[in-house]
């Protein structure tokens, strides 16, 4: 597709389980993002990939959250042991490369989890 | 403690009638500022950036003004269409090459026909 995309769309959990969410980021972008978005909060940085590797993984809230990107392209957010906080839109953005000029970020539509 | 700052959470305006967004900010090390849209359901759309080096940038009907003295930027919209109804965040980083960008909590923006 042309764009980032993100599964599943919705995503509802019961707390203390164990959850993956999936990004599919615009072929050729190099650089991968995940943001949170809780409810009236704009989005807040959790993690960025240049290509396979974690380049900052300071806005992970805690040892339960993990992400990937074994081979460069698709990303998986994972959360264990989920907990009611956890709820929010989690959006994934991917750009042609990092650490360059006017480096615009494309955001997927998101995926909302809701922990029961 | 909120770095970037977008103090109304809500604007309502006349079709083709100025919108005026405003975002405040912190951190004196924050050089490259953005504004991204946001209907529902859909992700954050870039709309317009600039660089601390200019006070003004334009695009069509879009204008973002930066005052860093202030440490203030806004965005204006001329003329408003009611598809610009959506959410609109402010955005900053420390440089245009970073990947870390903060985040203000958005002004839904509401043009009415």
């Known amino acids: 597709g042309a764009g980032v995309s993100q599964t599943p769309s919705n995503k509802v959990t019961e707390k203390g389980k164990y959850v993956e969410l999936r990004c599919d980021p615009i072929?050729?972008?190099?650089?991968l993002y995940w943001y949170r978005q809780s409810l009236g909060q704009g989005p807040e940085f959790l993690i960025y990939f240049q290509g396979t590797g974690a380049a900052d993984d300071s806005g992970l809230p805690n040892d339960r959250f993990f992400a990937v990107r074994p081979e460069g392209s698709v990303s998986t957010l994972k959360i264990q042991r989920t907990e009611r906080g956890d709820s929010a839109v989690y959006l994934c953005?991917?750009?042609?490369?990092?650490?360059?000029?006017?480096?615009?970020?494309?955001f997927g539509p998101g995926t909302r989890l809701t922990v029961l | 403690d909120q770095q970037v700052k977008q103090n109304s959470p809500s604007l309502s305006v006349q079709e083709g009638r100025i919108s005026i967004l405003n975002c405040d900010y912190t951190n004196s090390m924050f050089d490259y500022f953005l504004w991204y849209k946001k209907y529902p359901a859909e992700g954050p759309t870039f709309l317009i950036s600039?660089?601390?080096?200019?006070d003004k940038n334009e695009d069509g009907r879009f204008t973002v003004f930066l005052n860093k003295s202030a440490k203030h930027l806004s965005l204006h919209i001329v003329p408003s269409q009611p598809g610009d109804s959506a959410v609109y965040f402010c955005?900053?980083?420390?440089?245009?090459?970073?990947?870390?960008?903060?985040f203000g909590t958005g002004t839904r923006l509401k043009v009415l026909a």
């Open positions: 600039i660089s601390s080096i200019k």
């Open positions: 072929s050729g972008h190099t650089a």
């Open positions: 955005a900053a980083s420390p440089n245009s090459g970073t990947y870390k960008y903060i």
């Open positions: 953005a991917s750009s042609l490369l990092a650490g360059a000029s006017y480096n615009e970020q494309f």
